[in-house]
């Protein structure tokens, strides 16, 4: 499985798993070569139909050698271009859409008997995704969709034209799906959503994001709770008072900005304007002083001028983002905003685009460095780390969703899913160290889903130099640590 994109296409891609084990595949291994490849394409990132092609062309060879091999290919680019992809790469055996990924094992089997491609695009979505088997990446952490798709029009995003308009699941099914994931181990959730905080718009009820929040804080064994991604026309003080007030939502946010300038956020087809984006942050960081938000920004939108930028750099100087996201436009075929005039010079884009970077390094880096010797408490992350003699690097992200590489030795190290406290000693600006030693660790469930899962032994969560045992309330941050 090859997954390009957002995250609701990571989602998605633990679905299709889920399918295809349902119907009898397993994961192929490391160093074999697979029966079945299937990619899970977006169609938001440039070039994305060269990097697809570019990997198909790559991959004919192997399946030229391997006969009875399939390769099939789903997701937004497949959404938007449909019969383009058997007319580029024949050998493909199954093009599937971003509303029909449940079809994708029945496809793959009438190709096999049909001996010939089969393609299938729907106009609107079947099943709900989350409805589906899944196969999930994390033993520790879980995706949980409470909508899929989008009512905006913003010029630049062509999102909204393959995934549909925006559908909403009952309050209900969300929060049994969140119970279940937890039963298997889980301890961190992230709500996800193209426009997550409209959640409630298709059955009516304004408020029903900050419900589905509070009703987060109530499922015993929950120990965070993130969502992304919210759009600031939707932002609404109840959300607000719902993070602050629920113990496992952690104060972190994302919320893209796109753009500082007002005329062209218009141009952008927003439906917000500069003083409310800034206004939300205030609020936020009001009720959450120790918030880390984070954001996402497009330079050189079409007729972006140099005041339209400094715009740009005043709100990114005014928010203190801890990190941004930050892209340089290029057209999207069939965008609004791909055909219109003023298309910014690439020059003049890189030159914006060095600016931005620059400032918002160095206000990420000052923001870090406020939390030096902190002591932060991290959700230890599955990589492969490493060691230098008995000392070994692991990773994990504190409350406020902040990367934190800390320094373990001897024979004790947490597992992936266990909770590391650590003491921050250096900062850089997309992350922080901790080189002093664990102060304490937490075993936990999602630590022993862990080891199960990589075959070892796991151990029961037990009380390690004082801390607490999963089960027992949140720990809260001390001295107002980072949320990562």
């Known amino acids: 499985m090859r997954t390009y994109g957002c995250q609701m296409n990571v989602h998605d891609s633990e679905r299709l798993a889920g399918l295809l084990e349902d119907a009898g595949y397993a994961p192929a291994a490391e160093d074999a070569t697979p029966d079945v490849v299937v990619f899970n394409t977006c169609a938001v990132r440039e070039n994305a139909d060269n990097r697809l092609y570019g990997n198909l062309g790559h991959l004919r060879p192997t399946k030229d050698a391997h006969p009875g091999m399939q390769i099939a290919v789903g997701g937004c680019l497949a959404q938007k271009d449909r019969g383009e992809i058997s007319r580029r790469a024949p050998w493909v055996d199954v093009v599937f859409g971003t509303h029909n990924i449940g079809s994708l094992p029945t496809l793959l089997e009438r190709a096999r008997v049909r001996r010939e491609a089969q393609v ?19 033993a520790y952490a879980a995706w949980v969709s409470v909508s899929v798709g989008c009512n905006n029009t913003c010029t630049f995003c062509i999102v909204p034209a393959l995934r549909g308009k925006e559908k909403d699941r009952r309050p209900g099914d969300v929060l049994a799906e969140v119970r279940a994931v937890v039963d298997e181990g889980a301890v961190e959730v992230t709500l996800l959503g193209q426009n997550v905080n409209a959640y409630g718009s298709e059955f009516g009820d304004r408020t029903a994001f900050s419900s589905l929040l509070r009703a987060c804080g109530e499922i015993e064994g929950l120990e965070r709770v993130r969502f992304t991604s919210p759009h600031p026309r939707d932002f609404t003080d109840d959300v607000i008072a719902a993070m602050a007030e629920t113990p496992n939502v952690m104060p972190q946010l994302h919320m893209p900005l796109q753009s500082g300038s007002s005329r062209i956020l218009k141009s952008m087809r927003r439906s917000y304007r500069q003083e409310r984006f800034l206004g939300i942050v205030e609020r936020v960081r009001e009720a959450m002083p120790e918030a880390a938000i984070t954001t996402d920004i497009i330079v050189g939108f079409p007729g972006e001028t140099e005041e339209d930028f400094a715009e740009t750099l005043h709100v990114v100087e005014r928010a203190r983002f801890s990190g941004a996201f930050t892209f340089q436009y290029s057209p999207r075929p069939g965008t609004p905003a791909a055909t219109m005039e003023e298309q910014v010079p690439k020059e003049v884009v890189q030159e914006r685009y060095e600016r931005l970077v620059e400032l918002q390094n160095g206000i990420s880096w000052a923001e ?9 408490e991290v959700l230890v992350a599955e990589n492969e780390g490493r060691k230098d003699g008995d000392t070994q690097r692991m990773s994990g992200r504190g409350p406020d969703n902040r990367l934190v590489h800390f320094a373990t030795h001897g024979s004790d190290a947490p597992r992936p899913g266990d909770f590391a406290t650590v003491e921050v000693t250096r900062a850089a600006p997309h992350h922080l160290v901790a080189d ?7 075993r936990s469930r999602a630590g022993d889903a862990w080891a199960e899962r990589n075959g070892l032994t796991p151990r029961p969560a037990s009380t390690l130099l004082g801390m607490p045992t999963v089960g027992a309330p949140p720990v809260a941050p001390t001295g107002g640590c980072c949320e990562a």
Not at 371 to 376: F, I, S, T, W, Y
Not at 436 to 442: A, F
């Open 436 to 442: 002093s030693g664990i102060r304490g660790v937490r």
């Open 120 to 138: 299938e695009i729907v106009e609107s979505l079947e099943t709900f995704p989350s409805t589906l088997p899944t196969r999930r990446e994390s």
């Open 368 to 376: 870090n460095e406020k939390l030096l010797g902190r002591e932060v």
